[in-house]
């Protein structure tokens, strides 16, 4: 049986000793829940920031106001900030992001419910990914949580 994906990130944590940090908005510090149910996270997760207001994003994260202004909360330019800034303000080795509309309302024609950025910032790389969920709101913060979760995975194997 193939491990759980968080308990494979934690090993690769560990295995290149690296330390990570998330910063969450859609996704309500569902990411940081589903990390710590790993018995001994604490080896490797420095903690989260759940940034759901805009304003939490630019004081704790830094995210640029202009870069909210221009592109949205919801944009690969912003899930970069974040990502950055966790990494900066917790002094992990490795930031993740997610910022989404999770819905059932909020969507717009250019952004619909279940457009969710992720974002991957450490000191040698920093990448965006953009998702299209279907499902409920539950089911486009699980499926975002486990994206990131991939992308962390995706990124320490390739080391």
């Known amino acids: 049986m193939d491990k759980p994906l968080e308990v494979l990130v934690g090993e690769l944590l560990r295995r290149h000793n ?20 790993v018995p001994g996270s604490s080896d490797y997760y420095l903690g989260g920031v759940t940034s759901y207001a805009n304003q939490v994003k630019v004081s704790l994260l ?3 106001q202009a870069t909210l202004e221009v ?3 919801v944009s690969a330019e912003t899930v970069l900030e974040m990502a950055r800034g966790v990494r900066l303000a917790l002094g992990a ?10 819905g059932p309302s909020g969507g717009t024609p250019e952004k619909p419910v279940g457009t969710v950025w992720i974002g991957l ?16 709101r539950l089911t486009i913060k699980q499926q975002s949580v486990e994206a990131a979760l991939r992308l962390l995975v995706e990124y320490m194997q390739a080391f």
Do not use: M, P, Y
């Open 121 to 136: 910032s450490s000191a040698r790389d920093e990448l965006a990914r953009h998702f299209l969920w279907q499902g409920d």
């Open 71 to 73: 592109h949205g909360a």
């Open 93 to 102: 080795d490795i930031g993740v992001s997610i910022s989404g509309i999770a």
């Open 18 to 37: 690296l330390k990570l940090a998330v910063a969450e908005s859609c996704t309500g510090g569902l990411a940081s829940h589903i990390i710590t149910n």
């Open 62 to 64: 830094q995210v640029s």
